[in-house]
């Protein structure tokens, strides 16, 4: 394999690193975020912004499980 070769194989190494660090950090934050919001709606009703962020998060954790599974199980 040529230089051109390996350097293109670093850079996809490299982009799916960063993908994997990125989603890692958008769960984390989305589930801090989540708990926050369920905080909220027990001491007041949530606005409809927050509202439809609470289902919103909810809804991509279900999709992301299900997700997952699949790819553990059926992959």
């Not at 905080?39 to 962020?53: A, F, N, V």
């Amino acid at each position: 394999m040529n230089a051109w070769g390996k350097e293109v194989i670093h850079l996809i190494l490299f982009a799916e690193i960063l993908r994997v660090v990125a989603s890692v950090l958008l769960i984390l934050s989305s589930g801090f975020y989540l708990r926050h919001l369920e905080k909220t709606k027990r001491q007041r009703k949530l606005g409809s912004l927050e509202l439809i962020m609470y289902i919103m998060i909810q809804l991509a954790f279900i999709l992301f499980t299900i997700s997952l599974l699949i790819g553990v199980f059926f992959i």
